[in-house]
């Protein structure tokens, strides 16, 4: 059982961790040779890469915690108002009873939390918690019914939003997400939250062989639809997942779209008919709208 710890001193050195720490150097920790903002897409922040085992992410908000303590991912504090420790659901109490007695829980009055913060941290709940080994890309879509691929996507309430709707449409033990890799981060903070924390329970790695690892999803037994207003691209509406078969839906950055590349390792090219005067979906919206379609009932 953990030990709950009072935090009184903003400076105390045993929250450390959460004084100001920026996504990128919490998961470049332990990992000082790899420069955050280094050109190399595998260093930059906010990019998914690989090789940050050691490092750690930052969990925000008693839903995203619920999320965390049920998830793979193992805490190393968690840092709280006594208010909000006290209101916790009696399930996440006891989940965070349950965690062993190395992993301290710090409580601290909200007007500390913002000083060692920086800023008012109001749902009143942090954890920090390592990010673990890197998933193998084709285990976890050896697992999956449906997966999603994200290539290049850049904007974390995008990335944050399809996990949530990958979640909610496919099955939590149903669906994966294979990032490109300079996708960015499915731990960063802001991606956690807005996925409703159910980026910690959707299995994801990063395929490092872009695009050329795509092919394999074909022998794994899946069919790929690759979004695209292109020409050459399908109404969505009249697709269907082969029968007995699953489904990998392909979703490229806003903008731009997919590469030519990705474009070329797909099975099927297919597009969202939209209102004349209208150019375009946002790519959360368009990938949920494409899962629905892929999924079928839950």
Same mark, same amino acid.
């Given at each position: 059982?953990?030990?709950?710890?009072?935090?009184?001193?903003?400076?105390?050195?045993?929250?450390?961790?959460?004084?100001?720490?920026?996504?990128? /150097? &919490?998961?470049?920790?332990?990992?000082?040779? +790899?420069?955050?903002?280094?050109?190399?897409?595998?260093?930059?922040?906010?990019?998914?890469?690989?090789?940050?085992? !050691? !490092?750690?992410?930052?969990?925000?908000? *008693?839903? +995203?915690?619920?999320?965390l303590l049920a998830s793979r991912y193992r805490p190393e504090s968690v840092l709280i108002t006594p208010r909000r420790l006290e209101a916790l659901a009696p399930a996440t109490r006891a989940a965070l009873d349950a965690l062993p007695g190395s992993v301290p829980i710090y409580t601290a009055e909200r007007e500390v939390m913002a000083e060692i913060c920086g800023f008012d941290i109001h749902r009143g709940v942090l954890a920090a918690a390592r990010r673990g080994e890197d998933r193998d890309p084709y285990e976890v879509a050896a697992g999956a019914r449906t997966l999603v691929v994200l290539?290049?996507?850049?904007?974390?309430?995008?990335?944050?939003?399809?996990? $949530?709707?990958? @979640? @909610?449409?496919?099955? &939590?033990? $149903?669906? #994966?997400?294979?990032?490109?890799? $300079?996708?960015?981060?499915?731990?960063? $903070?802001?991606?956690?939250?807005?996925?409703?924390? &159910?980026?910690?329970?959707?299995?994801?790695?990063?395929?490092?062989? /872009?695009? !050329?690892?795509?092919?394999?999803?074909? *022998?794994? #037994?899946f069919e790929t639809w690759a979004l695209t207003l292109g020409a050459g691209s399908e109404d969505i509406t009249h697709a269907r997942a082969p029968e007995g078969g699953r489904v990998a839906v392909l979703v490229g950055t806003e903008g731009p779209g997919l590469t030519p590349a990705a474009l070329a390792a797909a099975d099927r090219r297919v597009r969202i008919p939209i209102a004349a005067g209208v150019d375009s979906l946002n790519a959360g919206v368009a990938a949920a709208i494409a899962l629905h379609r892929a999924c079928g009932p839950i």
């Open positions: 059982m953990p030990t709950i710890e009072p935090i009184s001193d903003a400076a105390d050195p045993r929250v450390d961790v959460y004084r100001a720490q920026k996504d990128a /150097w &919490l998961r470049a920790a332990h990992h000082p040779e +790899v420069a955050p903002d280094a050109d190399d897409p595998a260093g930059a922040p906010n990019r998914t890469g690989t090789g940050y085992a !050691g !490092g750690l992410f930052m969990a925000e908000g *008693e839903l +995203v915690l619920d999320h290539e290049d996507l850049t904007n974390h309430d995008n990335v944050g939003s399809i996990f $949530r709707s990958a @979640a @909610a449409l496919a099955g &939590l033990d $149903r669906v #994966g997400v294979l990032l490109s890799p $300079r996708c960015c981060d499915p731990l960063y $903070r802001k991606a956690v939250r807005v996925s409703m924390g &159910l980026a910690l329970r959707v299995p994801f790695a990063t395929l490092a062989d /872009w695009p !050329g690892g795509l092919a394999r999803l074909a *022998e794994l #037994g």
